[in-house]
């Protein structure tokens, strides 16, 4: 059982930055693959970014470039740097992890992330 705990959401001006973690309870979290979602009102969950086990990591065209998941390890923890956000960026964010040996996947509660002047 693995439970994700995200947290650094808020309220920030277009262009601005934040930085989400999630933070994995149990063990075997590096066995985990690790990605954030997110899901503005009133529209489909969305993927975000992915990172694998061996750190490859993956973004669709629309957070490319602006957006950078990473792990530690260490830490049993997920981050996402989000740069020049853009008010489209609005949404609850959420952590999923997946381990496809055991075909197990979890998910976080999620964090509000509001991009707005």
């Known amino acids: 059982q693995v439970q994700l705990v995200e947290s650094g959401g808020g309220l920030v001006q277009p262009g601005g930055s934040l930085r989400l973690s999630c933070a994995a309870s149990?063990?075997?979290?590096?066995?985990?693959?690790m990605a954030w979602y997110r899901q503005a009102p009133g529209k489909q969950r969305e993927w975000v970014a992915s990172?694998?086990?061996?750190?490859?990591?993956s973004y669709p065209d629309s957070v490319k470039g602006r957006f950078t998941i990473s792990r530690d390890n260490a830490k049993n923890t997920v981050y996402l740097q989000m740069n020049s956000l853009k008010p489209e960026d609005t949404a609850v964010y959420y952590c999923?992890?997946?381990?496809?040996?055991?075909?197990?996947?979890?998910w976080g509660q999620g964090t509000q992330v509001t991009v707005s002047s």
């Open positions: 999923k992890a997946t381990n496809s040996r055991f075909g197990t996947t979890y």
């Open positions: 149990g063990s075997m979290f590096s066995s985990y693959g």
């Open positions: 990172i694998t086990t061996g750190g490859i990591t």
